[in-house]
């Protein structure tokens, strides 16, 4: 038996997988609605920072309460992919809200959030920076579902055909 | 128990254990709920209905009906910048909590332009004349308008949009539209057929400073009580109305070359007028007018003192979305609303990214 994760990580990763994927369909469904797109703007941005904020704190959780280790049986190999897909699942949680952030930015679009209350902007206003930015948001968010695919196949492979504890250990 | 040591990995891990059929079998389901989200995020987004109406497919439709014009907006390509102020009188805050009509002065950017796809046409009196404003408002809040200087607008939906964009499409061997094209759009929209006739039936003014510019979308204004108030907002101007040349003068820019005259002798200025709804005043439908006898309020007066010719980081560079909005105002139900800011969107980000041409309006040295 591995010990579990403490129950704020268990609480934070849950919370984070909702938001993630469906952010990540938001996405998907405003830049291909006329209909809805104003609304699913007005939810798409607030959620992403919430996943920013999410993810700092998770980021700080994870130094304070280390996760679990590994079965030991696990070969090297798997170990390396868990370690390195956890740490783009990481990568890409900063990465996705600061590039869109970053990009309405370069747009000169105010950063509105709720109410009067917006973030200040991280470029310049620069239209050049913004068909950088915009791009590079869509293929993060491509990259995103790959690796949040990819996670959720290890973890029912875990859970299922290894029939070991890393599934549990953020589950029980 | 397996052994459990790292140097010899446990058997539950090897290949030869996935292969069995029981654990192919569980890969297999995996792979199926793998493949699942996958193609519910590819119909999400669209890639598996092509018949659907998206932001895309419109703004392509634009560059099909106009030609390609790479820098240039997809709609209201021809235009200039504009920079002034708005000064509040306060008579809008008994409607709205938006900053915008607490009293008080707000730098104001914005853009005069023709509607239409072609950057380089040449002015004429009847041109639809657009005038889109940014203002930039206490704590970082941002207010954008675009508006026309026509009465109502000619569709009431996107799909009508479309459908009206299609009608107007040049017929290759003529080199102009259909006309049994455009007969049989409206035929299939009579509410386009009236909006016309009310259009129709309204005088152009004979330039870009004295004609009134209309929000034509409903939008909502939220009080400190969470009231909600349906309005229409205009630009009225100070000039005084004169009625569109019989004669207009040669210069392909003659327009924009008046205005440009116009505001280097003295600030130009219009009355942000709010046009209160009562119930049952169509919120939904931009091609109705409502009746005359509205209650109008006089929020404040915008001076524009300065023209300059569009250039990086200025007008040419933002995206006018009529939902870039201040706590305070709402977007109705009115179907272009959310149309207009996806489509206006996705013409930006083209943009955005293309090689720049000067545009046709230039502001002489000195000016």
Not at chain 2, 317 to 335: C, H, K, N, R
Request: with cysteine; glycine share 6%; net charge positive.
């Amino acid at each position: 038996m591995i010990p579990h994760f403490p129950v704020l990580s268990r609480v934070l990763h849950w919370l984070m997988a909702v938001l993630i994927l469906a952010m990540l369909f938001v996405g998907v469904a405003m830049v291909s609605s006329l209909s809805d797109y104003h609304r699913l703007v007005a939810i798409h941005k607030p959620i992403g920072i919430l996943i920013l904020v999410l993810a700092a704190i998770r980021l700080v959780n994870r130094l304070v309460n280390p996760p679990p280790p590994l079965p030991t049986g696990m070969p090297v190999s798997l170990r390396v992919v868990a370690a390195a897909s956890h740490w783009l699942l990481y990568g890409l949680m900063f990465a996705q809200p600061i590039v869109g952030w970053a990009m309405l930015s370069a747009a000169g679009y105010p950063v509105a959030l709720i109410g009067t209350f917006h973030l200040p902007p991280i470029l310049p206003h620069d239209a050049a920076l913004y068909a950088l930015m915009r791009p590079l948001h869509t293929v993060l968010a491509f990259a995103l579902f790959a690796t949040f695919l990819l996670h959720l196949a290890a973890a029912l492979t875990h859970a299922f055909v290894f029939r070991d504890d890393v599934f549990r250990s953020m589950t029980h | 128990m397996p052994n459990t040591s790292p140097s010899s990995p446990d058997a539950r891990y090897s290949l030869a254990a996935l292969l069995e059929p029981a654990s192919l079998a569980k890969l297999g389901a995996i792979g199926a709920i793998v493949l699942a989200l996958i193609v519910l995020f590819l119909w999400t987004g669209g890639w598996l209905t092509s018949g659907r109406l998206t932001q895309t497919r419109l703004i392509d439709t634009f560059e099909d009906v106009n030609g390609p014009h790479p820098g240039f907006r997809r709609n209201h390509a021809k235009g200039v910048c504009l920079a002034g102020t708005f000064e509040s009188n306060g008579d809008g805050t008994q409607f709205s909590t938006a900053s915008a009509f607490k009293p008080g002065r707000v730098p104001v950017s914005g853009r005069f332009a023709l509607a239409g796809g072609m950057p380089m046409r040449p002015d004429k009196p009847t041109a639809v004349r657009s005038m889109a404003l940014s203002f930039a408002l206490a704590d970082g809040e941002t207010w954008r308008t675009a508006m026309n200087d026509i009465p109502v607008f000619p569709v009431r939906d996107p799909q009508a949009f479309y459908g009206q964009l299609l009608s107007s499409r040049r017929d290759p061997r003529t080199g102009k539209p259909d006309p049994i094209a455009k007969k049989a759009f409206l035929a299939a929209h009579p509410e386009t057929a009236r909006a016309m006739a009310t259009i129709r039936a309204h005088p152009f003014s004979s330039g870009f400073a004295n004609a009134t510019y209309n929000a034509l979308n409903a939008f909502l204004l939220v009080d400190a009580a969470g009231r909600t108030t349906p309005v229409r907002w205009s630009m009225r101007p100070v000039d005084a109305f004169a009625p569109e040349p019989s004669n207009p003068p040669a210069d392909k820019n003659y327009l924009f070359d008046e205005l440009i005259a116009r505001i280097a002798k003295a600030p130009a200025q219009w009355h942000l007028i709010l046009t209160i709804g009562q119930p049952g005043d169509p919120t939904n439908d931009a091609t109705l007018p409502w009746p005359t006898d509205r209650q109008q309020v006089n929020a404040g007066t915008l001076s524009v003192d300065r023209i300059v010719a569009e250039a990086e980081s200025n007008c040419r560079d933002i995206s006018f979305d009529p939902l870039t909005l201040p706590a305070g105002i709402e977007p109705s139900d009115d179907p272009l609303l959310s149309a207009r800011s996806a489509a206006y969107s996705v013409s930006f980000s083209r943009r955005a990214g293309e090689p720049k041409t000067p545009s046709a309006v230039q502001v002489p040295q000195g000016r």
